[in-house]
C-alpha cells in the first residue's frame, strides 16, 4: 500500500509539473524558453513511445522471433529519425533556431511512431497483414 502512495504522489507531481510547464510554454517569449517547450514535448512524446513499445513487447513475450523483429525495427527507425531530424534541422545548423526546429522535428516523427506502434494493438483476429496478433 505504501509502495501505491508513493507511486501515487510521484504521478500527481508529475501532473501538477506538467500543467505547469505546458502554462510557462504558452507564454514562452524567449528562443530558450521556446526551446526548452520544444524539448518538453518531445520528452513528452518519447514517453508516449516507450509505453506503446513496452505493451507491443508484452503482447510478444511469447514469440521471442517476433518481438526480435519489433526490437530491430525499433532500432533502424531511432536511426531514421535521428538522421531525419538532422538533415530537417541542417539549415539552422550553429543557430540559436536549430534546438527548436530538431524538437519539433523529434516531437513530431516519434509522435507518428507511436501511432503507429499503436496500430499494431488495434489488429482485427485474423488479420494475417497484422504485424501483432489479437489477444
Do not use: H
Amino acid at each position: 500500500m505504501r509502495k501505491r502512495s508513493w507511486s501515487m504522489a510521484l504521478l500527481l507531481s508529475f501532473a501538477a509539473c506538467g500543467a505547469q510547464a505546458a502554462a510557462s510554454c504558452d507564454d514562452a517569449a524567449t528562443q530558450s524558453e521556446i526551446n526548452q517547450c520544444a524539448q518538453q514535448a518531445y520528452q513528452a512524446a518519447d514517453a508516449e513511445l516507450n509505453v506503446a513499445y513496452g505493451k507491443l513487447m508484452a503482447r510478444l513475450k511469447d514469440d521471442p522471433q517476433r518481438a526480435e523483429k519489433l526490437r530491430a525495427a525499433q532500432r533502424a527507425w531511432l536511426g531514421f529519425r535521428d538522421a531525419e531530424c538532422g538533415f530537417v534541422s541542417a539549415g539552422t545548423a550553429g543557430g540559436t533556431a536549430q534546438p527548436l526546429v530538431t524538437g519539433q522535428c523529434l516531437e513530431q516523427q516519434t509522435r507518428r511512431r507511436v501511432d503507429t506502434l499503436q496500430s499494431y494493438m488495434q489488429c482485427e483476429e485474423g488479420d494475417l497483414s497484422c504485424a501483432v496478433p489479437a489477444q
